[in-house]
């Protein structure tokens, strides 16, 4: 004859679920913020060099003029994951949503890792053909993404690169691309459209139109195997192998 709640009305219904974490972690708008903030560290990088060279009236084959400016390119990669950090504090986004966690299987690795030797293998073929088919000289399609041959190699040089290159390269990239930029657009307009969106950008801002094709390809792939794997982890390793690998070819060229 007691009820917990007044007569005639039917009862509370009970508190929606709470959204599982790393569910629609970003915006889109976040992604047009880090995009923003990353352009903004670039232009700053691009500007202090620029003045510091005609200040100074250096050239960067200059050893300190090229170890500073390989600071700046080392600055500039950690910067990409900075961006990301600082937006996922203010957003209160956790380094779990972000898929940081450890993968339950690092097959995925090798997956992403064949899958880009592929992809360069496969654009560099076809190029080649293009070339003996056609008679035209496709030489700027296929220089790749190679350090400069007026650039001194000096030892600060070399380990500031391949600190870059190997290290922060690979975390800060990944971060940027897969878990801010493929996240953000894959969560409004559907996985295809954020690898495809991911994997252009990844392509666009290393500044080489040898490599748009097959990096833009990369992107796309290291995209999916981020989603299929389900941390970011793998596509960072297979990310610092790739690049490692090349690292080391360009110091055994040179050495010899």
């Known amino acids: 004859m007691f009820h917990d709640e007044p007569l005639g009305l039917p009862p509370a219904p009970p508190p929606p679920p709470a ?42 084959t200059d050893p300190t003029v090229a170890f500073l400016l390989t600071l700046g390119t080392l600055g500039m990669e950690a910067w990409l994951g900075a961006v990301v950090l600082i937006l996922a504090r203010a957003r209160g986004i956790s380094l779990r949503a972000l898929r940081l966690d450890l993968p339950q299987q690092w097959s995925w690795v090798p997956v992403a890792l064949f899958s880009a030797y592929g992809c360069v293998l496969g654009y560099a073929g076809a190029v080649f053909l293009v070339e003996r088919v056609s008679g035209l000289d496709l030489s700027g399609f296929r220089a790749g993404n190679q350090i400069p041959d ?8 070399w380990v500031a690169l391949g600190l870059a290159v190997v290290v922060v390269a690979p975390l800060s990239e990944e971060l940027f691309f897969r878990a801010l930029v493929y996240r953000g657009i894959a969560d409004r307009f559907g996985p295809a459209a954020g690898m495809l969106v991911s994997g252009v950008a990844f392509a666009l801002v290393h500044f080489n139109v040898s490599v748009v094709v097959p990096f833009a390809l990369i992107g796309i792939v290291f995209a999916w195997v981020y989603r299929a794997s389900g941390s970011l982890w793998t596509t960072i390793a297979a990310h610092a192998i790739f690049n490692g690998v090349s690292f080391v070819a360009t110091v055994y060229g040179v050495a010899q």
């Not at 970003?26 to 500007?47: C, E, H, K, N, P």
């Not at 007026?150 to 040089?157: E, G, S």
């Open 19 to 60: 959204p599982p974490e790393g569910a629609r972690p970003w915006r889109v708008r976040d992604v047009a913020y880090g995009t923003a903030l990353a352009g903004l560290g670039f232009l700053l990088v691009l500007g202090l060099s620029v003045v510091f060279i005609l200040r100074g009236d250096y050239h960067r």
């Open 150 to 157: 007026d650039l001194p190699r000096t030892a600060a040089i």
